[in-house]
């Protein structure tokens, strides 16, 4: 069965901390999907990466910067030197080969405090 | 900008009023889907269409129905809402097959 966790609800910070926000899968899928979408107060979801399960090199955009590690079945998210307009839920999600759907998981909210 | 588009932005209906929820893309994706998010919660997909094709999932209740007229368009029936409704409604269109989903803005349903 697919699923995804994201155990970190709520995580506040003070502005220029960096911040890892973590993201775990589980699939029988040899060939499938990893994705950040990110949502602001105003509620539009935003789409940061999308990763494919065969690719697992490291990825920096910015201050984003994406871990992928198939050994331990994660997709965690590092923000570096945080800023107010960070602040957002963001979402990790999961599609598997053969499907158009994606598996979310339910979120952490990020706080970043001036 | 090619885009996904979503009217209205607020709708607010009264219980039991049959309401329609516009989309929209300028992107001429083959998939297009409905979401529904409630507070605090992640995004549930309600259905999608794969062209034509329409994708319901098993626990969508029947009270929502879909059309899709063209490639461009799709709407979200709720034929007649109740107050557990009042939710974010997203649209969102992707490529087939893995590829990232692009969401509208949300239309925010509120039940009276």
């Known amino acids: 069965a697919q699923k995804v966790t994201q155990a970190q609800t709520e995580i506040s910070v003070v502005e220029k901390e960096d911040v890892t926000l973590d993201c775990v899968y589980e699939?029988?899928?040899?060939?499938?999907?990893l994705f950040w979408y990110k949502q602001p107060p105003s509620g539009e979801l935003v789409f940061l990466i999308r990763r494919n399960s065969f690719d697992e090199q490291n990825e920096i955009s910015g201050r984003y910067s994406w871990n992928f590690q198939k050994s331990t079945s994660s997709f965690n998210f590092t923000i570096t030197a945080s800023q107010v307009v960070d602040s957002a839920v963001y979402f990790c999600a999961l599609s598997e080969e053969d499907t158009d759907k994606l598996i979310f998981g339910t979120g952490t909210r990020l706080q970043v405090f001036p | 900008d090619a885009m996904v588009i979503q009217n209205p932005r607020y709708q607010v209906t009264q219980f039991g009023k049959p309401v329609t929820l516009s989309c929209s893309q300028t992107?001429?994706?083959?998939?297009m889907y409905w979401y529904q998010q409630k507070s605090s919660q992640a995004p549930k997909l309600l259905f999608h269409y794969y062209d034509k094709d329409f994708n319901n999932e098993a626990d969508t209740p029947d009270n929502f129905q879909s059309r899709r007229p063209n490639t461009s368009f799709c709407f979200l029936d709720i034929r007649s809402p109740g107050l557990g409704d009042a939710a974010m409604y997203l649209c969102?269109?992707?490529?087939?097959?893995?590829?990232?989903?692009?969401f509208g803005p949300g239309t925010r349903l509120t039940v009276l």
């Open positions: 969102a269109t992707s490529p087939p097959e893995g590829n990232e989903q692009f």
């Open positions: 992107l001429n994706h083959n998939v």
């Open positions: 699939t029988r899928d040899t060939t499938y999907y």
